[in-house]
């Protein structure tokens, strides 16, 4: 790793990167305007997550799991929270791994994602467990080398192997995270077959605004809209 270049007040969520992925003005929305919409999708992961995050820690023979632990990474400029960290005791043979205040042995960081759905076509899912990988790394000195993401359609767990690739991708999207959120400026939306299942589609409008593609245009249909469900003509 290299020297930190982030102060603790830039740091940024790491569910960002997700919104960042699916369309950057719905990340602009949530993480420059505040705006989070309810919806079907974003009410079910919660719950997942809430399950996720109630225990603590326990352990099962040569696994010890920790839920909830908290994550960051100076050189991402990034903060969150893993499902679940779960720590392999190393084999005799096995020369990685750290130790563990109150445990014998040496153990080797393995990340756990829950997820709703089912593996997506895109790598968002991977990119996301890949911070919390690099976060590890950063924090514990030890090489996170894989993990694994939980679907919770067909429940069952999907191996990601923390390639090149997928760190250089994370690293991409983490900088471009940063670039938006130090813009401070929203884009303009761009209607596509996502914004069906987006969360935010009633304050984004993309179909009203999109055309016009500015600032003003959104906020004058943001501004008519709320001034129709006020009943205010
Ligand atoms: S409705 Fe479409 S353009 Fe608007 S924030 Fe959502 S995905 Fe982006």
Redesign the pocket.
């Given at each position: 790793m290299t020297d930190a270049v982030f102060e603790e007040e830039d740091l940024l969520p790491i569910s960002a990167i997700q919104h960042l992925a699916?369309?950057p003005?719905?990340c602009a929305?949530i993480h420059l305007d505040q705006i989070w919409e309810e919806n079907r999708l974003t009410a079910e992961g919660q719950l997942l997550h809430e399950r996720t995050h109630e225990r603590g820690r326990e352990l099962r023979e040569d696994v010890l799991i920790v839920r909830a632990l908290r994550l960051r990474s100076l050189e991402l400029g990034l903060i969150g929270q893993a499902d679940v960290v779960e720590f392999h005791r190393c084999r005799g043979d096995e020369p990685s791994g750290i130790t563990l205040p109150g445990r014998q042995g040496r153990w080797r960081p393995f990340p756990v994602e829950y997820k709703r759905g089912q593996p997506k076509t895109d790598l968002i899912d991977e990119v996301q467990l890949c911070c919390q990988a690099l976060c590890l790394e950063e924090m514990l000195g030890a090489a996170v080398a894989d993990g694994q993401i939980f679907y919770g359609v067909g429940r069952r767990r999907s191996d990601v192997v923390f390639t090149a690739t997928l760190r250089d991708r994370t690293k991409e999207l983490a900088g471009a995270l940063h670039h938006l959120i130090d813009a401070r400026t929203i884009p303009a939306?761009?209607?596509?077959p996502?914004?069906k299942s987006?969360s935010?589609?009633d304050r984004?409008l993309?179909q009203i605004v999109?055309g016009r593609k500015s600032a003003t245009a959104y906020l004058v249909a943001a501004f008519e809209r709320e001034h129709t469900e006020e009943g205010d003509t």
């Open positions: 699916f369309c003005r719905q929305l939306p761009s209607f596509s996502k914004c987006c935010l589609a984004c993309p999109g």
